[in-house]
């Protein structure tokens, strides 16, 4: 089979980027262009200091989010076809579940590092400039409410990147139920903040009336 032509023939600046398989990372999203060039925007800004979140989660005692927070960098790096940076944040990922201390993990940390600031400042430089578009209001179909709900919650609960398209995808029905706090989950996604996403959809979910 194929590919789909989005996959074959999008921007040429895309497959000019080092460290990023953007024909990977295509085929990942279905050859959609404009959902891939979000996940790379979501990516350069989201996860840019993963790395100095994971120093701190150590120096406060918190290895269990340290660890998370690489095993989320891993994942993204893998959507978006930064094999690389998948890479080296497993390395990091698998060092910390070992129980490795701060010092001895710099050895990984500052390499990893280093790729993924470069890949992400190439980013910020090269994605063409994000238009904000407020999403028309609508009438809520709670069963389609309940579905999208439920369809957000497995995929967030599962770490999975494929929460922001659906999210996005509901965003609208989301804000017409959840008023601000919409903006608020919506934002959690796109910043793979995953479990905090989940806890506030939850909590949206309880204080919104039937």
Known sequence: MSPPAAATDS????????????????????????????????????????????????????????????????????????????????????????????PDLEIQLAPAEQTLEALAATLLAALPRE????????????????AAVARLEELLSQDAVEAIDVFDAAAPMLTTAFGERAGRIGKLVKDYSFEDALVALRAAVRESPE
């Open 11 to 102: 921007a040429p600046w895309l497959h000019a980027i080092a460290g990023l398989d953007a024909a990977d990372g295509l085929r990942r999203v279905l050859g959609r262009r404009e959902a891939y060039v979000g996940l790379l925007r979501r990516f350069a800004v989201g996860q840019a200091r993963a790395f100095s979140e994971i120093r701190a989660a150590l120096a406060e005692g918190r290895r269990a989010d340290a660890e998370r927070y690489a095993h989320t960098l891993k994942g993204v790096a893998g959507s978006i076809g930064a094999r690389q940076l998948q890479r080296e944040a497993g390395d990091v990922e698998a060092a910390l579940h070992r129980g490795i201390t701060l």
């Open 131 to 146: 238009v904000d578009v407020a999403p028309p209001a609508m009438t809520v179909d709670r069963k389609e409410l309940h």
